[in-house]
């Protein structure tokens, strides 16, 4: 349901998959998410309740406008519009876990609104699957948000042509 979409993997826009692929996606979300492993934060350790100010604090720290949207239990930074293509992200904190949703439009129309653990099943293979980064702290998170905002930041750039 949702923006997210059924569970039928469908095809990537090929703007999206070329531009996931210069990045270097699956590289760079890898290198995160092993970085920021069940090993190094134990289920105990795991920064469950998560206090939204300081969430808003870092996001705005990092140069974006947060938003939180109630209904969905998400954050969001405030989409951007460049050219004729819209983009946002959400980030979902959920059991001590980030996960992120890119959402990029065209003329309005949905070319892509999906947690970014599906894009590698999408890219490399339906099996493919990279998990989720885990947060233990408050820098944990700061820290993993600096680096994909650094990505989103890339892949907005290759997206539009700048």
Known sequence: GGIYGGSAMIELN?????????IGFIERYEELSNKFNAERTPSSNRL???EGKEVMETIQALGYSPLFDAKEKLYKIKEEQIGKITLGVHIILQDGMVDLVWVV?????????APWGTYSRRLIDSSYRIKKTIIGTYED??????????????????????
């Open 48 to 50: 469950v309740y998560i």
């Open 141 to 162: 998170l700061e820290e993993i948000l600096k680096i994909t905002f650094k990505m989103y930041e890339d892949f907005k750039n290759v997206l539009t042509g700048n």
């Open 14 to 22: 090929s703007k999206i998959k070329n531009a996931l692929i210069k």
């Open 105 to 113: 439009r065209e003329n309005g129309e949905l070319l892509l609104g």
